[in-house]
């Protein structure tokens, strides 16, 4: 059960590894969703590989409905498989397979449970995260946990490279997590809700810079909200979306948050605290491009203000 790229990867290599000892006998994902110019219905990235590898699949619009339980049922699942399905399941359906419904959170459980655990590393400035095996229960992303693997998060790591590397440790974790199951050596252990943290849905209005944050918040925002759904502040009557920055100087305050203290031969903003150096911007409709040359383009001008 899963619906972004990330778990279109853990599927493939549950399909590739499938064999004697498990088969996909199912899947489940969400609704296909206008896409393009034409707005046509576009199926979603888990739905192309089970269609490529010929697996039954279901895209329920209600998941608590009889009709749904039933069809799941029909599968005769000794467990589910759940990555970035982005529902929360009901008890029925955590019922449903015979050994248990098993999720796969790209996070170090028990901190940044809920939907945006990748984002929400970046965001507070982990220095490792990983992906956490563990069962579900009704309680979100509180259930024991059964295997775990880390990674550190590197200076350069945005959203969408830690979401590659994440799918595939996610991979190799379950892989290993079956194994175990099938051999009976994978213990269950609690997590400390003492040291439990949540993370919430990422909306489009979370990434709008407040330039009164400090520099090192807002280098965070540039990399987690990449490839979506990309930092940004206003310029003008426009609005200019950062990709990529650097922190200049986490402790100096020359003007007030949003002025431009530099635009040649590198754009640097003011912020609540420290100063930011943009490296990579891009105009509505325009392409990404070096922050300077956008600057030079724009003729951009110490003093000029980003953001309200």
Not at 58 to 86: C, H, M, N, W
Not at 96 to 107: C, R, Y
Request: with cysteine.
């Amino acid at each position: 059960m899963g619906t972004p790229e990330l778990a279109a990867r853990i599927l493939e290599r549950l399909v590739a590894a499938s064999g004697a000892d498990f088969t996909v006998v199912g899947v489940v994902t969400g609704r296909d969703k206008p896409a393009g110019r034409g707005l046509r219905p576009k199926p979603s990235p888990v739905a192309l590989v089970a269609e490529r590898n010929s697996i039954p699949t279901l895209k329920p619009t209600r998941i608590k409905s009889a009709e749904f339980l039933e069809q799941l049922k029909a599968f005769e699942p000794d467990l589910l498989v759940v990555a970035a399905y982005g529902r929360i399941l009901p008890p029925a359906v955590l019922a449903v397979p015979k050994i248990m419904p098993l999720n796969v959170h790209a996070s170090l459980l028990p901190r940044h449970r809920g939907a945006a655990p990748i984002e929400g590393a970046l965001l507070a400035g982990d220095f490792d995260t990983g992906v956490t095996i563990m069962r579900m229960t009704e309680e979100m992303d509180a259930g024991p946990t059964l295997h775990w693997r880390a990674i550190e998060i590197e200076p350069g790591d945005t959203q969408a490279t830690l979401k590659a590397k994440l799918a595939e440790l996610g991979a190799d974790a379950l892989l290993e997590t079956l194994r175990k199951l099938r051999a009976g050596e994978i213990p269950e252990t609690p997590q400390d809700e003492s040291l439990a943290t949540y993370t919430r849905p990422v909306e489009k209005s979370d990434a709008i810079i407040d330039w009164r944050k400090s520099a090192v918040e807002i280098e965070r925002m540039t990399r987690a909200y990449d490839p979506w759904p990309v930092a940004r502040t206003k310029l003008g009557a426009g609005e200019l979306l950062i990709y990529r920055a650097r922190v200049v100087d986490a402790n100096a305050k020359e003007a007030d948050p949003g002025i431009l203290l530099a635009v040649t031969p590198t754009v640097v903003v003011q912020c609540g605290e420290g100063t930011l150096e943009l490296l990579e911007v891009q105009a509505p409709g325009r392409k990404r491009m070096d922050a300077a040359d956008f600057a030079r383009g724009r003729r951009l001008a110490p003093g000029m203000k980003l953001g309200d």
